[in-house]
């Protein structure tokens, strides 16, 4: 399928298709998708955005709070959501909250403001992920984000490009050419 987009396959085609109407719209697109998806690139690579509250996951998830506990989108829809503020202060109303973070955590509450956390893994608008398939399928949440139960700070994983993508979806299929189809279909993941 990929073979199709390649440059050179393109220009074996001739001039008679670059003066064609559609083509010229199509080569714009690709090139919208190339620059926005090299800005995404730089992006990606960068350190963990800063936060408005330096949340630990290390810490919670040792204390036996499970993901989907707090992301429970993960599991019956597209995004995996992040925890509102009444989520944590049903935890943390409970005890003296005397540490600089957890100050932070009873301002936001006192004010009955949202936390204006920064997203870490983000797609660019031309791609589809949904996060429904992927749990239904048994994939871990580390396979693809790294150990976050270790990490005081939710850290980027670079890796998520669309050949990271089509890698898993390949080796999914097996030998299942229906399957692969599906897997590997463009619009299967730009609609
Ligand atoms: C007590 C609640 C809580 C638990 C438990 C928890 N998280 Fe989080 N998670 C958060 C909060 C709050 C953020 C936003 C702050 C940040 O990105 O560091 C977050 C951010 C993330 C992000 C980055 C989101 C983005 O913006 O891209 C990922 C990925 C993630 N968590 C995965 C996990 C995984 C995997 C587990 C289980 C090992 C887990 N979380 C357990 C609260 C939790
Ligand atoms: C399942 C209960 C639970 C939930 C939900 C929870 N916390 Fe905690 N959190 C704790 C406990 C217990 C501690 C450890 C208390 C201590 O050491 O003082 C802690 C510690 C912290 C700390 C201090 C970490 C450090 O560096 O020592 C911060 C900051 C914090 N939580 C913020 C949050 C935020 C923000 C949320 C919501 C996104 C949240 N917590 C949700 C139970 C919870
Ligand atoms: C197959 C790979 C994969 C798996 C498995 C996966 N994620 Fe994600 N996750 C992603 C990708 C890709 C994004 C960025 C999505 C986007 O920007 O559209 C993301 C984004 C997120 C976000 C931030 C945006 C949102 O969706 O709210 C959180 C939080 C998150 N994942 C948590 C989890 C948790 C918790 C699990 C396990 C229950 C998990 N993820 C499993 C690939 C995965
Ligand atoms: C580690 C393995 C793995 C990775 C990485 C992965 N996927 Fe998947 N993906 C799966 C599995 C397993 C399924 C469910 C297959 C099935 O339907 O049987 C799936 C299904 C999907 C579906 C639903 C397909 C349908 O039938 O409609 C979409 C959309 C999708 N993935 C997008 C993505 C995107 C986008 C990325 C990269 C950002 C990605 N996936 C990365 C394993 C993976
Ligand atoms: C399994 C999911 C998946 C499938 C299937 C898929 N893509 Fe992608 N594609 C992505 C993701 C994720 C990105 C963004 C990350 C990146 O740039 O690698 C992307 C980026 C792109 C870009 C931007 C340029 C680039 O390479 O960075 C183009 C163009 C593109 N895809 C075309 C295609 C075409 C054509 C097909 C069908 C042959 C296809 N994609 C199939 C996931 C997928």
Redesign the pocket.
């Known amino acids: 399928m990929l073979e199709r987009f390649k440059i050179s396959n393109l220009l074996e085609k001739g001039g008679r298709l670059i003066r064609k109407p559609s083509f010229l719209v199509g080569m714009g697109v690709l090139f919208i998708l190339l620059f926005s998806a090299a800005g995404y690139g730089v992006w990606t690579t960068q350190q963990?955005p800063p936060?408005p509250?330096q949340?630990n996951?290390s810490i919670?998830?040792e204390l036996g709070?499970?993901?989907l506990?707090?992301?429970p989108g993960a599991w019956r829809q597209a995004s995996?959501g992040?925890?509102t503020t009444a989520?944590?202060w049903g935890?943390h109303q409970q005890m003296p909250n005397t540490k600089p973070e957890q100050q932070k955590l009873v301002v936001f509450v006192e004010r009955g403001d949202p936390?204006p956390?920064?997203?870490?893994?983000?797609q660019p608008d031309f791609v589809y992920f949904n996060h429904r398939p992927h749990i239904a399928g048994e994939v871990n949440?580390?396979t693809c984000?790294g150990e976050?139960?270790r990490m005081t700070?939710?850290q980027?994983n670079p890796r998520q490009n669309m050949g990271w993508c089509l890698e898993c979806h390949r080796a999914t299929a097996g030998d299942d050419p229906d399957k692969l189809a599906r897997l590997t279909d463009c619009v299967t993941c730009h609609r």
């Open positions: 963990p936060q509250i949340f996951h919670h998830v709070a499970q993901c506990y707090c992301h995996a992040l925890p989520k944590c935890c936390i956390w920064a997203p870490v893994f983000i949440c580390e984000h976050i139960s700070v939710a980027p």
